[in-house]
């Protein structure tokens, strides 16, 4: 999902640069309702390299509150990069276009409607859309040519069921803050976030794991923030609460997201055989030092928004068969240690129901074992609100997993009330992401909890959370 989700973390959490300070410094001080950028929601990001398959792609201009602005008209460069073509753009100005082999410069006002053809080979698609004065849309989609399925076993597996409602947090960046010397406190009070988040009605906690993110390319050079030590120490802060607990596996030194799936330096060079067993390694090395310090994981998550594969280029989306062995030696390390952990697949496509079939239907006919088919849900990358209520009544149904939101920010009580009311007993419930420092946090910079955080309370009574 996202170069742009990556961009903004760093620049949140880390202060990164002084070019991005300024540019958040320009951006908070653009006046609502006026156009600012050009945001592309695409409903599918993984297309059939057919030379038929197409893709339903929202172009909106909108503000820096990311609402349309409808009456704001500007000439919109398209450019493509890959093997695929536009065949349509509904609620524009053709008479205004002028096309190239590579791009198509169109009049839109508000928003409209774009058609994209993928071309007959495999590989990755790149559109943009640019126009003076505006900040440019962008999103990237991978076509395929998969093959027959190859299941990973022979067992039936059985979904276990996740017993408790979850109203959960995911909190890694906690560390990193406070060895900033950052503190936090509710209505003036001092105290742990992870405490303030449980009287607000929170019973679970998610923390990332890289695999060697204190490398000159991980994550956290030299310092290895989300290693597992860190993890170890997270997870007994997280227990000694009283809450559950999430792991999820990056399976990666650095972010792991549909736009990037790295394979850990340690593991580059190994043959597929060797790949699989490092993965195993590790997911057995994690887990056995968490149940030994008396802190199993309640949940994992086998890789994060792993809807174009994990572990690249073994476990790319091309590769279904690769990948399906993948996630399978991750669950088996998870059981061989704990058979009563609950094992989630993790896709972004919050609203992209198309394509979350594609990804779950190929991994069920692969019977790779899982519990929980879990969404992440950003609006500017996942669609509306409708789109998820849609998509995730259609998995319920669908699958015999249950689902649930595994990440979002915005939207508070919408997410909510969409991800505890899927049908037949399916809904699980939701994680925030990093509530604590970044987009709509319910906790200002300084610590102090905010007037989101108010809306858990009554989340928490409403859908019976314990």
Known sequence: MKNKIIATMLALTCFATLAIAQGRRAWRQTKPCEPIEIQLTPYKTTMLGNGHDTALISVKIIDKDGKEIADAKRLITFHIKGDAKIINIHNADLKESVTTDTSLQVSVTGSCWLVLQAGPTRGAIKLDA????????????????????????????????????????????????????????????????????????????????????????????GKGFCDLAHTMAMAKRIKAAGMKFLLDFHYSDYWA?????????????????????????????????????????DMVQVGNEINHGMVWPDG???????????????????????????????????????????????????????????LSYYPKWHGTPADLKNNMADLATRYKQQVMVAEYSQLKQEVNDIAFTAPGKKAVGSFIWEPLSTWEGVFDRDGKSNAYINVYPGIAQKYGVK
């Open 130 to 221: 640019k126009a003076d004065s505006l900040y440019t849309g962008s999103t990237e989609i991978h076509t395929v040519q998969p093959g027959a399925a190859h299941p990973v076993t022979t067992e039936n597996y059985t979904p276990q069921k996740e017993k408790d409602k979850i109203l959960g947090a995911d909190i890694s960046f906690l560390p990193e803050l406070e060895s900033r010397g950052m503190k936090f406190s509710d209505n003036g009070k001092p105290g742990d976030a992870i405490e303030i988040l449980k009287a607000h009605g929170f019973n679970y906690i998610r923390l990332r794991l890289f695999v060697d993110p204190a490398g000159p390319k991980g994550y956290s050079p």
């Open 257 to 297: 997201d549909p736009q990037q799936q790295n394979e850990p330096a340690a593991w580059v060079g190994e043959d597929f055989n060797g790949v699989k067993k490092s993965l195993y390694d590790f997911t057995v090395k994690a887990m056995t030092a968490l149940k030994e310090q008396g802190t199993t994981p």
């Open 316 to 374: 790319e989306i091309n590769n279904l068969d690769s990948l399906a062995q993948l996630i399978y030696e991750g669950a088996k390390g998870v059981k061989a240690v704990s058979p009563s952990t609950i094992i989630m697949l993790h896709i972004a496509l919050g609203g992209q129901n198309a394509e979350a079939h594609f990804f779950l239907d190929n991994m069920t006919e692969r019977k790779v074992p899982f519990d929980v088919i879990g």
